[in-house]
């Protein structure tokens, strides 16, 4: 059963804290995505990745960055957590295949509290 | 700018009629459009997609009409069961960058 996996469902930091959320995928795909999801406002990308080492801006980069370095993993990171990054995000993968494009795999989402 | 917009933030239907969730985009670009459903503390799961060169595409009770003249694409669910009570997002892809834009999501309740 395919599956993508991130870390931790749900975590609650302190403002100015470093935040790493990891995700993990087991479908060897090329692609991976960060959305974060808010209401009223769908999901919204943050960051992605087609290769190894390699990533794009998404509609919402800033204040967030990620890292890349083996296929099947891709972490996004808050430098430095503020209020207004409280969201629930969610990772997400899927094939170069071009018969695939745009289904994307989904994680079970990481519901992040920033007081 | 939402690019991908769904202006109904909830439906109510009964048990057994028919849900109609509908999706409106601005970019001509966009060439395949999908759903995806959302059920609480849960990722989204792929449900059916369109290309820009169908009207139309069918999977069971799940039925994607397109629109393109109207850049409008709506969702039947025929019929409804209270199990398909989710949140539904439609997404476009952008056919120059490969991304998937998400509009704001419809939030249905299928009733007994």
């Known amino acids: 059963d395919v599956k993508v996996t991130q870390s931790s469902r749900y975590l609650v930091k302190r403002t100015g804290e470093k935040v790493f959320l990891e995700c993990v995928q087991d479908?060897?795909?090329?692609?991976m995505f960060w959305y974060r999801q808010d209401p009223g406002l769908g999901l919204r990308l943050i960051y992605f990745?087609?290769?190894?080492?390699?990533?794009e801006k998404g509609d919402i980069p800033e204040g967030y960055s990620v890292s890349r370095e083996k296929k099947e993993r891709f972490s996004l990171i808050l430098e430095s957590a503020s209020t207004n990054q409280t969201s629930m995000y969610l990772c997400?993968?899927?094939?170069?295949?071009?018969?695939?494009?745009?289904?994307?795999?989904f994680g079970e989402g990481s519901r992040l509290t920033v007081l | 700018d939402q690019q991908v917009k769904q202006n109904s933030p909830s439906l109510s239907v009964q048990e057994g009629r028919i849900s109609i969730l509908n999706c409106d985009y601005t970019?001509?670009?966009?060439?395949?459009f999908l759903w995806y459903k959302k059920y609480p503390a849960e990722g989204p799961t792929f449900l059916i997609s369109?290309?820009?060169?169908?009207d139309k595409n069918e999977d069971g009770r799940f039925t994607v009409f397109l629109n393109k003249s109207a850049k409008h694409l709506s969702l039947h669910i025929v019929p409804s069961q209270p199990g398909d009570s989710a949140v539904y997002f439609c997404?476009?892809?952008?056919?120059?960058?490969?991304?998937?834009?998400f509009g704001q999501g419809t939030t249905l309740q299928v009733k007994p």
């Open positions: 997400a993968s899927s094939s170069l295949d071009r018969d695939l494009t745009g289904e994307l795999f």
């Open positions: 369109i290309s820009s060169i169908k």
């Open positions: 997404a476009s892809e952008d056919g120059n960058t490969g991304k998937l834009i």
């Open positions: 970019n001509s670009m966009f060439d395949y």
């Open positions: 479908m060897d795909h090329e692609n």
């Open positions: 990745s087609y290769d190894v080492k390699m990533k």
